[in-house]
């Protein structure tokens, strides 16, 4: 059941105007909640926006790569305690991508918007435009935005036939699979 989710996970970037019920943003959440951390020290935390001013601000983290978040009916803002662990990057990105499946499942498109490490404008960083918007403590980092809603765009799954199986080695690198 979960290949069948990855297989038509595709990203979305066009949503309907439809809010998403709570019991799903309920789901969306635990989902992340529920993902592996190193050590299980879970240096994680999410804000869940859905104020529709703030989507708006947010859809201008960037100035490539945001502005469709403008139309989405919720965003989850990932953030970590750097301190709390060496690979929270790694950590954020499991839950991420968690978080996404889980809105594959329940019939919601979904997109990362990369934050970490990207620009606001030439002056300020992505991070530090959504920290000062969100009130995030400046003691954590902020690595992406998953947007998320009812998609108002229909992609095909990939075929398998066009996966790049020949990045994948058996035993020794250069050993075809």
Request: charged share 30%; aromatic share 6%; glycine share 4%.
């Amino acid at each position: 059941m979960v290949m069948s989710v990855i297989r038509k996970r595709r990203s979305i970037r066009k949503f309907k105007p439809n809010p998403i019920e709570p019991e799903k943003v309920d789901m969306l959440v635990e989902a992340a909640l529920r993902a592996p951390s190193s050590r299980g020290l879970q240096p994680w935390e999410f804000v869940v926006v859905t104020d529709k001013d703030l989507l708006d601000k947010l859809s201008r983290t960037k100035t490539h790569g945001s502005a469709f978040l403008r139309n989405a009916p919720l965003a989850v803002v990932v953030c970590a305690d750097p301190d709390k662990s060496d690979v929270w990057v790694e950590d954020c990105s499991i839950a991420a991508i968690l978080m996404q499946l889980a809105a594959e499942s329940l019939e919601l498109g979904s997109c990362w918007i990369q934050i970490r490490e990207r620009m606001h404008d030439d002056t300020r960083s992505a991070e530090g435009y959504i920290a000062e918007l969100l009130r995030i403590p400046k003691k954590l980092k902020v690595e992406s935005v998953i947007a998320i809603g009812y998609p108002a765009e229909t992609k095909p799954p990939h075929k398998r036939e066009e996966l790049p199986f020949d990045k994948v080695y058996l035993d020794l690198y250069g050993n075809r699979f």
